[in-house]
C-alpha cells in the first residue's frame, strides 16, 4: 500500500515566519493530496485538496505545491492560529493513507 | 451547513464488536460524489482512515483492516454505521465520520476530500 512520509515530524518557528512542510508519497499519486491542520482537542481541518487547490475559507497564506511523488505545504507568515499539526493525505488509494504528521510550534 | 455526530459506546471488552452510528444533516448520501468515511486517532497518533461509503453505495475499506470493517448506509435516516469486529485494546481511539465529496477542478477525476468532521467519540477498549 502507499506510505506517506512528512518532514519535519516538528519544527519552532515565530509568528510571521515562512514555514514549509514537505510530505513525500512512496509511488505516484498524480495531485490526490489533501492537507489538514488539527488542533488539540479538535478534528482535523481540511486546507488543500487536489495537492494545490485551497479549500473555500482558508487563508490565503496557506498554498500548496507538488513535483512528482513529493508534496509541499507553505505557510506565507506564520499567525498565532496556525500552531498546529499538519497531516497529508493521499486519497488515490482506497486506503486514504494519512502521514505522521508535522507539528509547528511556538519558538 | 453540514454537521456531523459519531454515537456509541465508550467502552468495549477485548474480542467484542464494535458498532458505532455516524448521524448527519446539510447533505444526502444519495447525492452523486458524496460520501461519508471513518478515521480513527489513537491517543497521540496519527490518522487512519477505515473506510468510506459513497452516495451509490460503493464502499471501499483500508487493507489492513478489511477484513473487520464494516460500513452502511441508512439514507433515509441519515446514517451511516460502522461495525469492526474483534476489537483490541490497540483499536483505543478516537473515532471520527466525516463526509467527503469529489471536488472537481478541471479533472476528469474528482479528486476527493474530508471537508466536514464530527467531534469524534473515544472509544477504550479494556476488559
Known amino acids: 500500500d502507499i506510505q506517506m512520509t512528512q518532514s519535519p515530524s516538528s519544527l519552532s518557528a515565530s509568528v510571521g515566519d515562512r514555514v514549509t512542510i514537505t510530505c513525500r508519497a512512496s509511488q505516484s499519486i498524480s495531485n490526490y493530496l489533501n492537507w489538514y491542520q488539527q488542533k488539540p482537542g479538535m478534528p482535523p481541518k481540511l486546507l488543500i485538496y487536489?495537492?494545490?487547490t485551497l479549500q473555500s475559507g482558508v487563508p490565503s497564506r496557506f498554498s500548496g505545491s507538488e513535483s512528482g511523488t513529493d508534496f509541499t505545504l507553505t505557510i506565507s507568515s506564520l499567525q498565532p492560529e496556525d500552531f498546529a499539526i499538519y497531516y497529508c493525505q493521499q486519497s488515490y488509494t482506497a486506503s486514504f493513507t494519512f502521514g505522521p504528521g508535522t507539528k509547528v510550534d511556538i519558538k | 451547513q453540514i454537521t456531523l455526530k459519531e454515537s456509541g459506546p465508550t467502552l468495549v471488552r477485548p474480542t467484542q464488536t464494535l458498532t458505532l452510528t455516524c448521524s448527519f444533516s446539510g447533505f444526502s448520501l444519495s447525492t452523486h460524489a458524496e460520501g461519508v468515511g471513518w478515521i480513527r486517532q489513537s491517543p497521540g497518533k496519527a490518522l487512519e482512515c477505515l473506510g468510506i461509503?459513497?452516495?451509490?453505495?460503493?464502499?471501499r475499506y483500508n487493507p489492513s483492516l478489511k477484513t473487520r470493517v464494516t460500513i452502511t448506509k441508512d439514507t433515509s435516516k441519515n446514517q451511516v454505521v460502522l461495525t469492526m469486529t474483534n476489537m483490541d485494546p490497540v483499536d483505543t481511539a478516537t473515532y471520527f465520520c466525516?463526509?467527503?465529496?469529489?471536488?472537481?477542478?478541471?479533472?476528469?477525476?474528482?479528486?476527493?476530500?474530508?471537508?466536514?468532521w464530527g467531534h469524534g467519540t473515544m472509544v477504550t477498549v479494556s476488559s
Open positions: 466525516a463526509h467527503t465529496k469529489g471536488f472537481r477542478n478541471g479533472w476528469a477525476i474528482p479528486r476527493y476530500a474530508f471537508d466536514f
Open positions: 487536489g495537492a494545490s
Open positions: 461509503i459513497y452516495w451509490d453505495d460503493d464502499k
